[in-house]
């Protein structure tokens, strides 16, 4: 089979700037490697969240529950919530696997992906990983479910990254960045952060409490680095 075209992620705690250091590299990638495109492979909980809450009967619960999860990275002393919550954590599962897939298609096309966030195995419950693996349930269905989606994250983990770019923050920073996130998640993400390998993905780490020019040409200089060693010649202003 032909070699996929490359895969840059960005990943990084709430705050780190994500966002902006992945809409710089689709901008730069695409106007010196050729054809680029972003690829949002988080689940934007929050407006999935307002849209659950709205749902008649069902949705007030389940959103709380979903609060409540959002709040702390569950452990394995913690509890699955029941099967309503459940069955919604597996449908953002089941989001996430169509955005991959579309991903994916991106590639298999010879279009250079630029991934702001991805999918990991490492840490079950939050940042990314698998929300019904991270504790026990005793619920029969609710296990099926938790080996389904274990298995979605697998699968989407085994499709390595060719350059993780990996943004390290301080709370502080983040804090001020993101002031309507909880200090205790933020915190949470950022002690997870430097653990995340994405299975031995090539990984280059950036302190993004610098300054943003600063962040951003270091970011531009490893993907340029990387398509080169892969074989993509850089032009200065390539023809879409």
């Known amino acids: ?19 902006t250091v992945s809409s710089d590299l689709i901008a730069w990638v695409g106007q010196h490697y050729g054809r680029t495109s972003g690829s949002y492979l988080g689940l934007k909980s929050g407006a999935i969240g307002n849209w659950i809450k709205g749902l008649p009967l069902i949705g007030p619960p389940v959103e709380r529950a979903l609060q409540k999860r959002a709040t702390q990275a569950r452990s394995k002393s913690g509890k699955i919530a029941g099967l309503p919550t459940a069955l919604v954590l597996y449908g953002f599962s089941l989001l996430r696997e169509f955005r991959f897939k579309r991903m994916l298609a991106l590639r298999e096309n010879s279009v250079i992906v630029v991934a702001d966030r991805y999918p990991q195995v490492e840490v079950p419950g939050f940042y990314d990983g698998p929300g019904l693996s991270a504790a026990p349930s005793r619920s029969r269905l609710v296990r099926f479910l938790a080996e389904r989606e274990a298995a979605l994250y697998r699968w989407m983990a085994g499709f390595k990254p060719d350059l993780v770019i990996r943004l390290n923050v301080d709370l502080d920073t983040a804090r001020a960045r993101k002031p309507d996130h909880a200090d205790d998640l933020l915190a949470q993400k950022i002690a997870v952060t430097p653990k995340l390998t994405f299975g031995g993905a090539q990984l280059i780490e950036l302190d993004s409490s610098k300054p943003l020019d600063t962040v951003l040409e270091s970011a531009r200089q490893a993907v340029a680095a990387k398509l080169d060693e892969l074989g993509y010649a850089r032009d200065e202003d390539h023809a879409a």
């Open 1 to 19: 089979m032909a070699r996929m075209a490359p895969l840059i992620a960005v990943i990084g705690c709430d705050g780190s700037g994500k966002s």
